[in-house]
């Protein structure tokens, strides 16, 4: 079985800073992993995704995120924060072999000005 | 390209009533996926499909019941609905290992 701990509940930056999301996952296996997106009142949106190529995974809108295996975590990071980024954040983890997916608890993200 | 539909976006019940939600999907993709979205609780797996005709239990299937009578449809519904039954509800989609699709959710109040 697969799971997935976000580390901080509430992130919150300065425009044009570095943003760091922290993700440790636990699975059997050799796991999917993904990052998704939710600004308020819409559906999630996929960031990024690792499926067992490239560790370092660059995304959508300047996200990036690198798999760590030693360390079983998926960090989310972009170098200068916008104030469009401000959303929450979800970590998931995929195992080969079961359909079902696990979902980190979120991070909110606040960019201020 | 569509993606995934969910119908309706808003909804307003009364407690007893019943409903169904529609999630639709056109991207050919074997494996669908109810789940509710509570404020602090994340995404909570309700029920889920790995082929037409066929589903299964996720992690809080009680108070619903769901269909996947099409290839592309996976239907959730509530007999009786519970204020605890308030909340936003996403559909999902996906294929093999790749990453889920999602729907814009269904706002749902229970009175």
């Known amino acids: 079985a697969q799971s997935v701990t976000q580390l901080d509940s509430h992130v919150s930056v300065s425009e044009g800073t570095p943003v760091l999301l922290r993700c440790n996952y636990s699975s059997s296996y050799s796991p999917s992993l993904f990052w998704y997106v939710q600004h308020p009142n819409k559906g999630l949106q996929l960031l990024l995704k690792y499926t067992s190529a490239a560790t370092l995974v660059k995304g959508i809108n300047g996200f990036e995120a690198e798999f760590k295996k030693s360390e079983t975590s998926f960090h989310l990071t972009k170098p200068s924060a916008h104030m469009s980024d401000a959303a929450e954040y979800f970590c998931?983890?995929?195992?080969?072999?079961?359909?079902?997916?696990?979902f980190g608890a979120g991070t909110t993200v606040t960019v201020r000005a | 390209n569509a993606g995934v539909t969910q119908t309706p976006k808003f909804r307003v019940l009364k407690t007893g009533q019943s409903m169904t939600l529609l999630c639709a999907q056109d991207m050919n993709h074997e494996y669908m996926y109810w789940y509710r979205q509570d404020p602090g609780m994340g995404l909570r797996l309700i029920h889920y499909?790995?082929?037409?005709?066929?589903?299964a239990k996720g992690e809080v299937p009680d108070g619903y019941n769901v269909s996947r009578l099409k290839k592309q449809n996976f239907l959730l519904g509530l007999e009786s609905a519970a204020p605890s039954q308030t909340s936003v509800y996403f559909c999902?989609?996906?294929?093999?290992?790749?990453?889920?699709?999602f729907g814009d959710g269904t706002r749902l109040s229970i009175l």
């Open positions: 999902a989609s996906r294929m093999g290992n790749q990453p889920q699709h």
């Open positions: 499909s790995v082929g037409e005709g066929t589903t």
């Open positions: 998931v983890v995929s195992d080969p072999y079961d359909y079902k997916l696990s």
